[in-house]
């Protein structure tokens, strides 16, 4: 039973514009959430995080936003570049350990320059 | 250079046979972990290792054994009894939640 849900497998954006990536979860017992940025035939590198007690973080051209009621998180990326294309993750912490991190299956950005 | 290095890159398996992926980190991390990826799928845990001598099954370990006698490697084998062993594998350790990965290594069937 995937716990974590990305339902867009692609996504395509202009350069300069926004790119939003979402992401839905199940388990209300998550308390921390993550995204990862992932290149073909590379591991994935870790982006941004956010905690269940904060509704926003920004980290430059990056923000993710977390509604905890609609159980939803999404990835604002602005504006957009074409070193952006990649696949992104979505992943959901249930207390600590990485082996209680569950992940999405993946959004796939493509930026058009 | 701190990171983990994932051995090799692209690895063939033959069938009946069993074949070792390296995983080496110098992050100096208690905890790893190796991860399987199919097309459209999200990673999957396989084995973790949060001390050197011990490791637990993930979600998917049928398949695979693991070995943690040093802490800095955690290599992971992929035994005849995988039934579907292609797949692009990932090897992680991992920092206040945050997970560190390698380049990871592409396991296809002959």
């Known amino acids: 039973d995937q716990q974590v849900k990305q339902n867009s497998p692609s996504l395509s954006v202009q350069e300069g514009r926004i790119s939003i990536l979402n992401c839905d979860y199940t388990n209300s017992m998550f308390d921390y959430f993550l995204w990862y940025k992932k290149y073909p035939a590379e591991g994935p590198t870790f982006l941004i995080s956010?905690?269940?007690?904060?509704d926003k973080n920004e980290d430059g051209r990056f923000t993710v936003f977390l509604n905890k009621s609609a159980k939803h998180l999404s990835l604002h990326i602005v504006p957009s570049q074409p070193g952006d294309s990649a696949v992104y993750f979505c992943a959901a912490l249930r207390g600590t350990g990485a082996n209680n991190l569950f992940f999405g299956t993946g959004t796939r950005l493509t930026v058009i320059p | 250079d701190g990171g983990i290095t994932q051995s090799p890159k692209y690895l063939f398996r033959k069938e009946g046979q069993n074949v070792t992926l390296s995983c080496e980190q110098n992050?100096?991390?208690?905890?790893m972990y190796w991860y399987r990826q199919d097309p459209g799928q999200g990673l999957r845990l396989i084995y973790y290792s949060q001390i050197v001598n011990d490791f637990q099954k993930g979600d998917i370990a049928e398949g695979y054994s693991v070995s943690r006698e040093k802490k800095e490697s955690f290599p992971l084998t992929v035994t005849s009894a995988q039934k579907n062993p292609t797949a692009f594998y990932l090897c992680a350790s991992n920092s206040n939640e945050k997970l560190f990965f390698g380049s990871g290594t592409q396991l296809s069937v002959l």
């Open positions: 992050l100096n991390h208690d905890a």
């Open positions: 956010i905690s269940s007690i904060k």
